[in-house]
T-cell receptor, first 111, second 114 residues
Framework: DQQVKQNSPSLSVQEGRISILNCDYT??????FLWYKKYPAEGPTFLIS?????DKNEDGRFTVFLNKSAKHLSLHIVPSQPGDSAVYFC??????????FGQGTELSVKP | ETGVTQSPTHLIKTRGQQVTLRCSSQ?????VSWYQQALGQGPQFIFQ???????GRGNFPPRFSGLQFPNYSSELNVNALELDDSALYLC?????????????FGSGTRLTVV
């Protein structure tokens, strides 16, 4: 039962353009969402988060949007840079306070 | 402040054997969670330890067990290894009750079962 889904395994974007990574969830009880970035041979690192009481959170080049009615969130990276190339995981906090991850989307930003 | 460290970084085991993976939590963190990341998948929650007791468990069989020590470090033990146990095992430490859910992950242990 995949409660957090990232349906795009990969995404390729030109440097300077916008990257949009999508995530869907099924459990309406989730009330906190996070995005993590992972480079090969490293653990996931926290990128940005959003509470369900908000619909947008911005941190520099990174913005997360939450649409509760659609159970959908997205991460926007503007402008994209080659150093942003990594695997991005969407995650939700369940009622027990545990992280539930999506499958990940591999972003490739080409110069 | 030191981050989360895991050991070993890689190991190869034979089916049926037992393995112990280790994790040192970040300074000041009192909770440790373990995740299994199979190739091409997201990390799957195995279990969490707080105050040396299991505090939540994912959909993993009992042959996956763990410990947390008074210094908050932790071990993950897997008995009767199966080929499907081959994965990256991630440890994350956090502070229980912290509102921003500040999980810090280690770099993981890559386990290969042959």
């Amino acid at each position: 039962d995949q409660q957090v889904k990232q349906n795009s395994p990969s995404l390729s974007v030109q440097e300077g353009r916008i990257s949009i990574l999508n995530c869907d969830y099924t459990n309406s009880m989730f009330d906190y969402f996070l995005w993590y970035k992972k480079y090969p041979a490293e653990g996931p690192t926290f990128l940005i988060s959003i509470s369900s009481i908000k619909d947008k959170n911005e941190d520099g080049r990174f913005t997360v949007f939450l649409n509760k009615s659609a159970k959908h969130l997205s991460l926007h990276i503007v402008p994209s840079q080659p150093g942003d190339s990594a695997v991005y995981f969407c995650a939700a906090i369940n009622q027990g306070g545990k992280l539930i991850f999506g499958q990940g989307t591999e972003l490739s930003v080409k110069p | 402040e030191t981050g989360v460290t895991q050991s070993p970084t890689h190991l190869i085991k034979t089916r049926g054997q037992q393995v112990t993976l280790r994790c040192s939590s970040q300074s000041g963190h009192n909770t440790v969670s373990w995740y299994q990341q199979a190739l091409g998948q997201g990390p799957q929650f195995i279990f969490q330890y707080y105050r040396e007791e299991e505090n939540g468990r994912g959909n993993f069989p009992p042959r996956f067990s763990g410990l947390q020590f008074p210094n908050y470090s932790s071990e993950l033990n897997v008995n009767a290894l199966e080929l499907d146990d081959s994965a990256l095992y991630l440890c994350a430490s956090s502070i229980r009750g912290r509102g921003n859910y500040g999980y810090t992950f280690g770099s993981g242990t890559r386990l290969t079962v042959v």
